[in-house]
Structures are given as C-alpha cells and as structure tokens.
T-cell receptor, first 113, second 112 residues
Framework: EAGVAQSPRYKIIEKRQSVAFWCNPISGHATLYWYQQILGQGPKLLIQ????????DSQLPKDRFSAERLKGVDSTLKIQPAKLEDSAVYLC???????????FGPGTRLLVL | AQSVTQLGSHVSVSEGALVLLRCNYSSSVPPYLFWYVQYPNQGLQLLLKYTTGATLVKGINGFEAEFKKSETSFHLTKPSAHMSDAAEYFC??????????FGEGTQLTVNP
C-alpha cells in the first residue's frame, strides 16, 4: 500500500514570497491533516479536512495560510506572503476517519530567508 | 483542552540497556494515546496506540507502553536498546476523535 506522498521535499524562499505544498493521501482515507513542525518542537495541527470539508482550522494563520482539498483527495497548502518564522517542516497525514490512526508523509522542509 | 508533557528532551542509554521515555497527559475525556517515532528527514511512524481495553500495549520494534489512568501517564519502554532505536519519539493524545496533540518530543541516543 502506497503511503502519504508530499512534494516538494525541500523549499527555500525569501520572505514575502509565496509557496505551495502538495499532499496525496493514502487511497480511501477520508481525513487529511496538515501539521507544522518547528525545529525542536512537536507537530502542531494547522488544518483538518473530512473529505473536502474543513473540520478544524482553528490554528491556521488565515491571514497568510490557505489550504484546499478539491474532490476530497489531494490537498495543497499555501503560504502568502511567507515570514521568517514560517521556516519549519510541513507534514501531511491521512486517516480512514477522524478517530483512526494517522499516517504521515515525509514532510516538506521550508526555509524562509 | 488536552496537553502532553514529555519529561526529558534528551535521553541517552547504552546499547542493551532499558529504554524508558516518559509521557504524562491531561485530558477532560478518556483519551486515545499514541507514541510515534521520527527518524532524521522522515515523517512520523506509529509505534503503538491505546484506545480502550488492555492497558499494556505492545508495538513495533519491541516497544511497549502502559496506560495508567491514576497517574495520567503513558510511558514508553523497551527492555534492550539497539543502535537503530536512535531517533526522536513523540507522545500524542487524541481525546475521542478530536485534535491530535503532540508532546515536544524526546531525542533518544543509543551509545555503543
């Protein structure tokens, strides 16, 4: 069974630029999550989708971050404009439903200069 | 609101020694509890989880954890450490399907 796929794996941008990350969850998983993991910290949930609807985006900085999950499969996370403090690893995870085990992708490492 | 505290950001053990990584949680409802491992430049991999039933949970790679409600703890153990166990370990809580909250992580070093 294929795992959660993410791209790109690494991205370096300058502050005030925009960036987008892509995630393809495990086939059949209805729930998709985006996490931000700052160096030395545990992952923090940014947004949770159930199919193509948002379940929880209470910790998403909506003035600069946006995410969508069209057709309830792939998802993109965008940052516009980026700030220095956005440097982190962005992890995508998926699960069969909201209470099932979450499976994580390898992450996208973002460096904002 | 739920929270997770991992005692000790760095733990160092000798190869063959007992591994003990501590995790305490707070939750207003019965929690689901998880341990994940993260190797360098990789995503998180599930080691084990507790939802209901038996409080001693066995996971992959010889790890196990015991849910102690009275102590609000879910410590991770392994009888004999291997060099390949060196990684960062995260405890997480998910109260009945709500948001998964992670601890700050414990970096495990295994010395030859």
């Amino acid at each position: 069974e294929a795992g959660v796929a993410q791209s790109p794996r690494y991205k370096i941008i300058e502050k005030r630029q925009s960036v987008a990350f892509w995630c393809n969850p495990i086939s059949g998983h209805a729930t998709l999550y985006w996490y931000q993991q700052i160096l030395g910290q545990g992952p923090k949930l940014l947004i949770q989708f159930q199919n193509n609807g948002v379940v929880d985006d209470s910790q998403l900085p909506k003035d600069r971050f946006s995410a969508e999950r069209l057709k309830g499969v792939d998802s993109t996370l965008k940052i516009q404009p980026a700030k220095l403090e956005d440097s982190a690893v962005y992890l995508c995870a998926s699960s069969l439903d909201r209470v099932a085990t979450q499976y994580f992708g390898p992450g996208t490492r973002l460096l904002v200069l | 609101a739920q929270s997770v505290t991992q005692l000790g950001s760095h733990v160092s053990v000798s190869e063959g020694a007992l591994v003990l990584l501590r995790c305490n949680y707070s939750s207003s409802v019965p929690p689901y509890l998880f341990w994940y491992v993260q190797y360098p430049n990789q995503g998180l991999q599930l080691l084990l989880k507790y939802t209901t039933g038996a409080t001693l949970v066995k996971g992959i790679n010889g790890f196990e954890a015991e849910f102690k409600k009275s102590e609000t703890s879910f410590h991770l153990t392994k009888p004999s450490a291997h060099m390949s166990d060196a990684a960062e370990y995260f405890c997480a809580v998910n109260p009945s399907g709500s948001r998964l909250t992670f601890g700050e992580g414990t970096q495990l070093t295994v010395n030859p």
